[in-house]
């Protein structure tokens, strides 16, 4: 089993490094309290961090590089946070390799880490570390199953220059359950997933769906779809009869979000995905965490590694999606909610910069 992050964990680190009370003592019945301040600048390494999504397009790594740089610029305050270098493989081996990680390269010296988000960035960017022999942290966010891809050997001893951290599976009889108190009407859905990606984490994430799904008397169709073709044109033929396309947590995928949600409205049909963050692209339901709990977590060892804490001390951790609800608001508009539906939901209206 493999840690659990809380929140009283996020603050540990920034804790430790907080100023300490030296000396109290009391004259003529006054308290005098003195404390160590000193900066921490000079003991910090880094002027840099590197983030290297997979995709612009994907909403849940833009939610993560929001919450990782704000998480950062807290844990470093009141010094000077470091300047954050967010680079887009845009779903390319060629754009990863020959641009973006030779412009690392040129200041890797620089950087206190560098910040991979999802399975396909962590794996060719540690390759590529290993191959060139770079003594950079590299920190893993947003990815399924890290021990099980190699990118980790466990959660339990931490690798030099490695540090895991893993967004675990939804809960889907309670996701299931929702949607259907939500859509009681529901019959058939359909789900598209990257023909490319076999990955044993997200065929057991598929059949944990296929199975709530047949529990709760809902028929399901899997779609393989091939992502260097038209997404939409490969799924459109299959919409008929359809009264879900529920996505689920594969980042390629989600780089479709926006035309996804289009298509879907154009059919009538229900955008129902296992991210959060692609309810701010359209999506009429989303489940689980938009980044915030993963990205302060990243933002406090990044802060960590910035002034020489180990990475062997710095544990890897397995965070877990709260699986709470969320709806677009305009979901309302289009369909019937009953009351007792809408209190298992919260709203959520679209962030401007998103």
């Known amino acids: 089993m493999s840690n659990l992050i809380t929140r009283d964990e996020l603050g540990l680190v920034e804790e430790s490094f907080s100023p300490r009370s030296l000396l109290s003592l009391s004259v003529f019945g006054y308290r005098f309290r003195f404390i160590l301040a000193r900066s921490r600048r000079w003991k910090m390494t880094g002027k840099r961090v590197a983030i ?15 919450g990782l740089v704000v998480s950062m610029m807290n844990a470093y305050s009141p010094e000077e946070p470091p300047l954050f270098e967010v680079y887009s493989a845009e779903n390319s081996l060629t754009r990863l390799h020959e641009e973006v990680l030779p412009i690392i390269a040129q200041n890797k010296n620089d950087y206190a880490a560098i910040v991979t988000t999802g399975t396909w960035v962590s794996s060719h960017v540690k390759t590529y570390i290993n191959e060139h022999k770079w003594s950079m942290p590299q920190l893993f966010i947003g990815v399924q199953d890290p021990v099980g891809v190699g990118l980790i050997k466990n959660f339990e001893i931490p690798e030099p220059g490695i540090i895991g951290v893993n967004s ?13 108190e939500i859509v009681p ?26 199975l709530q799904l047949e529990a709760h008397d809902v028929e399901f169709k899997l779609l393989p779809v091939d992502m260097a073709g038209d997404v939409v044109a490969q799924i459109v033929p299959h919409m008929a009869g359809m009264g879900a396309l529920w996505v689920v947590n594969e980042a390629v995928v989600h780089i479709y979000a926006k035309k996804l ?15 959060l963050a692609s309810v701010f692209q359209g999506a009429d339901i989303g489940w689980g965490d938009s980044g915030s709990v993963t990205g302060a977590y990243a933002g406090q060892v990044c802060f960590a590694l910035s002034i020489g804490v180990p990475t062997t001390q710095i544990k890897n951790i397995e965070t877990t999606h709260s699986c709470t609800a969320r709806t677009n608001p305009s979901f309302y508009d289009k369909d019937a909610v009953s009351h007792n539906a809408r209190v298992l939901v919260r709203e959520v209206i679209p962030l401007g910069w998103e």
């Open 52 to 66: 290297v999504v997979l995709h612009h397009d994907n909403a849940w790594e833009r939610r993560v590089v929001k």
């Open 168 to 180: 675990a599976p939804l809960d889907y009889e309670h996701c299931v359950m929702v949607l259907k």
């Open 185 to 210: 009407g529901l019959k058939t859905v359909l789900i598209p997933h990257d023909a490319q990606v076999g990955l044993d984490k997200f065929d057991a994430e598929k059949a944990q769906l296929m």
């Open 261 to 275: 949600a289009k298509m879907c409205e154009q059919y009538s049909v229900i955008y129902c995905a296992s991210e």
